[in-house]
């Protein structure tokens, strides 16, 4: 009896805990609905990186300007000598996506932005086919308390077959 007292008040506990991060979970959703949110790496006045990733040889970047401007893309380095990739691209307002092919040399990809009087270094790195996105507090909430519940039902699986006596294994002697 008291083991179902201990395992009705875990579930009561995991029931409420999840709500709780299923709540926080909505109200970050709901924060980042405008779309300029996003776009926090200020170029200059006009333009900002809203995101930037290596996609096998190309950098694809997300630029958000204010009005219709050209800006040029260039390779940002490459190990030893050589011609470094360079795309000139015209703008519109709002968001725009731009691709440029580099060579890949394993540690030093990334791009600089030349917006009017602005030359802009960016980092880009490979983004994670296996682990994607921009994780937050909630998710890390979520995925430990996840596996907290996981560990505890199995704990509490493998008491009950001892205390009921259906445990068929021989008791280890340490």
């Not at 990809?109 to 960016?122: C, M, P, R, S």
């Amino acid at each position: 009896m008291r083991l179902l007292t201990i395992f009705a008040t875990l579930l009561v506990a995991t029931a409420f805990a999840t709500g709780a991060v299923a709540a926080q979970e909505n109200t970050t959703a709901n924060a980042s609905t405008n779309a300029t949110e996003e776009c926090t790496e200020r170029i200059n006045q006009y333009t900002a990186i809203c995101s930037a990733e290596l996609d096998g040889s190309d950098v694809v970047i997300d630029i958000y300007t204010e009005g219709p401007q050209t800006v040029v893309v260039t390779e940002a380095f490459r190990k030893g000598s050589g011609i470094l990739e360079q795309r000139r691209v015209r703008l519109d307002e709002g968001r725009n996506t731009v691709r440029l092919t580099v060579t890949v040399d394993g540690g030093s990809e990334g791009v600089t932005i030349a917006a009017g009087d602005v030359l802009y270094q960016k980092e880009v790195r490979t983004s994670s086919t296996i682990v994607a996105g921009p994780f937050t507090a909630s998710d890390a909430q979520a995925a430990g308390l996840g596996g907290g519940v996981g560990v505890a039902l199995v704990t509490l699986y493998i008491v009950a077959k001892v205390v009921y006596g259906r445990n068929q294994e021989s008791e280890r002697l340490a």
